[in-house]
Each structure stands twice: as structure tokens, then as C-alpha cells.
């Protein structure tokens, strides 16, 4: 069974970092994009970043409301998701989510086949 739990969330003044973790079990998604999303109160869920490894490099996207502040970042041995939140907002609260096993730097929720729980993050200005 296919399980993603993400950490890392919590209450963080504006300015501050945050780093999300997000370690997937019962099977490897090294060959697949893994991915960030959040959702806020009344808003659909939308793209954070996305990280896709090919050769031995990786290859990332990011959300142009992000760009600069986030980073993404896996570690295949681990199985596990990284996203390092500098320099948040406010407009960053929302409840975060990591997506697995989608094409190529997925940017859709759609394209993905395995959703985490999702972990809150809460920035007060």
C-alpha cells in the first residue's frame, strides 16, 4: 500500500522558514515527478513545485509565486520530498500537500496518482 506523510507544517511569523518533508513507502517514485500543491480556505489546489530526476540530474519547476523563496529538493535513497520555504508570506498559508507518481514536471493536480495528507502552514504578518 502507497502511503505519503508529510511534516514539517506549523505557525510561522512572515519572513520566517519552514521545510516539508514528505517520505512516500510501499513502492520507489524515482522514475516519476514528485510534487507540492497547497490549498487555502475557498481555493482550489494549486501548483507549488515539482521535481522530476532523469540521469542522474534533476530537474525542477516552480510556481512563479514562488520562484526564488521556495526550493524543492528528493532524496531517491530515502524516498523522500523536500520543501525548503524561505522569506513566507502570509499569502503562503494553506495546507500543503505532496503529490507522487505523475508525468513528467507535472503541473496539474490531475496528473497525479498518490496524495499525503497534507500538512498545515500558517504565515502571520
Request: charged share 15%.
Amino acid at each position: 500500500q502507497v502511503q505519503l506523510v508529510e511534516s514539517g507544517g506549523g505557525l510561522v511569523q512572515a519572513g520566517g522558514s519552514l521545510r516539508l518533508s514528505c517520505a512516500a513507502s510501499g513502492r520507489t517514485f524515482s522514475r516519476y515527478a514528485m510534487g507540492w500543491f497547497r490549498q487555502a480556505p475557498g481555493k482550489e489546489r494549486e501548483f507549488v513545485a515539482v521535481i522530476s530526476w532523469s540521469g542522474g540530474t534533476y530537474y525542477v519547476n516552480y510556481a512563479d509565486s514562488v520562484k526564488g523563496r521556495f526550493t524543492i529538493s528528493r532524496d531517491n535513497a530515502k524516498n523522500t520530498v523536500y520543501l525548503q520555504m524561505n522569506s513566507l508570506k502570509p499569502e503562503d498559508t494553506a495546507v500543503y500537500y505532496c503529490g507522487a507518481d505523475a508525468p513528467w514536471l507535472h503541473t496539474t493536480p490531475s496528473g497525479y496518482k498518490y496524495w499525503g495528507q497534507g500538512t498545515q502552514v500558517t504565515v502571520s504578518s
